[in-house]
């Protein structure tokens, strides 16, 4: 995917999203960064179409994101938003196999394909014993893995996902980071997320675009890009940046 000098306003007299060029590559895990209301959540809406830019385009394998149709835009790419809703007394499998609608037509019936994708998604984010389960029966971190489920289905070579660990917990957020991780590196899975937590970006990203106030600050690899002044400019915090056999690169924050 191709970022190209992609503008968004909320209001026409400020912009959210500002001049921003970047690039996804193909097979890897890219995650946008940056301090509260830097415009993370804004951005990935705009490269996944849910809002559409002022100004500037985004090309999904050579070809500008708006011109798809909605079927053929959601057999490319699958989103996982912020906040997800459904009724509470659906099982977990009735939820999942939404995720085939992109590849079905109106009123066609469950075929053998969709019931293997089905299963395919739920073996991947280890559902099989909640499949029957409703939802007000799971836990908040089985509730995001049946979400990430419903979009495997859709059997798509990316996957966009809103801040995956806001309100869980920190075992939660690992089994999710870790699913994520894996999705990308057995799967071929193309990412790309939004996160607020620093070490987690450096630990489970391949590549960084960092925002602040609506603007790109810098792009590239965890190791390229962060160091103490990075982390200064980007979170008015300062710290220490560590690099380890056993921990790999992270940040200890010590003051403001």
Known sequence: MEINNVTFAYIKEKSQINNISAKVEK?????????????????INIMSRNLNPLDGNILLDGKEIQTYSAREFARKLAVVHQQNEAPQDMTVEKLIAFGRVPHKRMFQSQRVEDEEAI?????????????????????????QRVWIAM???????????????????????????????????EHGMTIVMVLHDL??????????????????????????????????????????????????????????
């Open 27 to 43: 097979g890897k895990i890219t995650t946008i960064i940056g301090p509260n209301g830097s415009g993370k959540s804004t951005f």
């Open 119 to 143: 299963d395919w998604a739920i073996t991947c984010t280890n559902l099989q014993s909640k499949r029957k389960m409703t939802l007000n029966q799971l836990s908040g971190g089985e509730r």
């Open 151 to 185: 979009s495997l289905a859709q059997k798509t070579p990316s996957l966009f996902l809103d801040e995956p660990t806001t309100y869980l917990d920190m075992y939660h957020q690992m089994e999710i980071l870790e699913l994520i991780k894996r999705l990308n590196k």
């Open 199 to 256: 070490n987690q970006a450096i630990r489970y990203s391949d590549h960084l675009i960092v925002l602040k106030d609506g603007q790109k600050m810098m792009e590239g690899e965890p190791a390229e890009i962060i160091n103490s002044k990075s982390v200064r400019d980007i979170y008015g915090v300062k710290a220490d940046v560590k690099n380890d056999e056993e921990s790999g690169l992270y940040i200890v924050p010590i003051g403001i």
